[in-house]
């Protein structure tokens, strides 16, 4: 069964410092990792997908990578802004065989960027 | 503009009285899918559709139903809700292959 770990679970810096957030899973053989966003109160916003055939993917000040033979993705943000504040998730789809699209979610680190 | 739309947003009701929470997209996207988040146990997937009148249980499906009539609309169906179903709902959508997920805004659900 597929697991999903996101440390840490919360996460304090000062604006403009550069940050990585952490996903690791434990069954390599997977489709995709999707990283999204969550403001309060608010849906997940999605970020970035990274194909398993994909090393990384960038938009903006976003980086993820992905190295599935060791199970691991991190989410690179550059020059921090409050704005940033938000509950980041990392969710794979695993290759079970099966036809379900299902993402197996981490339980998301929370950012906080301070003015 | 391209969107899941979800309603109610927020929705209180009392053990035993059916409910219903709707959802839509304009996306032409085949597959749909509800989740549910709680504190400490993250998201987890009740139902899900791949097209029109093909559906399957997820993870938690217990105490929930599921139609698919029409490819823009997946309500979900609580006939008879327990204090336990209290928590965010979340519809979401995809087209085929590899492309991402689109969420709705959720629907925070609290039942006494």
């Known amino acids: 069964k597929q697991e999903v770990t996101q440390i840490p679970a919360a996460l304090s810096v000062p604006e403009g410092e550069n940050l990585v957030l952490n996903c690791s899973f434990t069954?390599?053989?997977?489709?995709?990792l999707q990283w999204f966003r969550q403001d309060p109160g608010k849906g997940l916003t999605s970020l970035l997908l990274i194909q398993s055939s994909q090393r990384e993917q960038t938009s903006g000040r976003l980086n993820a990578s992905l190295d599935k033979s060791s199970g691991r993705s991190t989410l690179y943000i550059a020059a921090s802004q409050p704005g940033d504040s938000a509950t980041y998730l990392c969710a794979v789809r695993t290759n079970s065989g099966g036809s379900n699209y299902k993402l197996t979610f981490g339980k998301g680190t929370l950012l906080t960027v301070n003015p | 503009e391209a969107q899941v739309t979800q309603n109610p947003r927020y929705l209180i009701t009392v053990t035993g009285k059916k409910l219903t929470v709707t959802c839509s997209q304009n996306?032409?996207?085949?597959?749909m899918s509800w989740y549910r988040q709680d504190p400490g146990l993250g998201l987890r997937q009740i139902y899900y559709?791949?097209?029109?009148?093909?559906?399957d249980k997820g993870d938690v499906p217990e105490g929930y139903k599921v139609s698919r009539k029409e490819k823009r609309n997946f309500p979900l169906i609580l006939e008879s809700p327990s204090p336990n179903q209290t928590s965010l709902y979340f519809c979401?959508?995809?087209?085929?292959?590899?492309?991402?997920?689109?969420f709705g805004n959720g629907t925070r659900l609290t039942v006494t």
């Open positions: 996306m032409n996207h085949e597959y």
């Open positions: 979401a959508s995809k087209q085929g292959g590899n492309s991402p997920l689109h």
């Open positions: 069954d390599s053989a997977i489709y995709n």
């Open positions: 559709s791949m097209n029109v009148e093909v559906t």
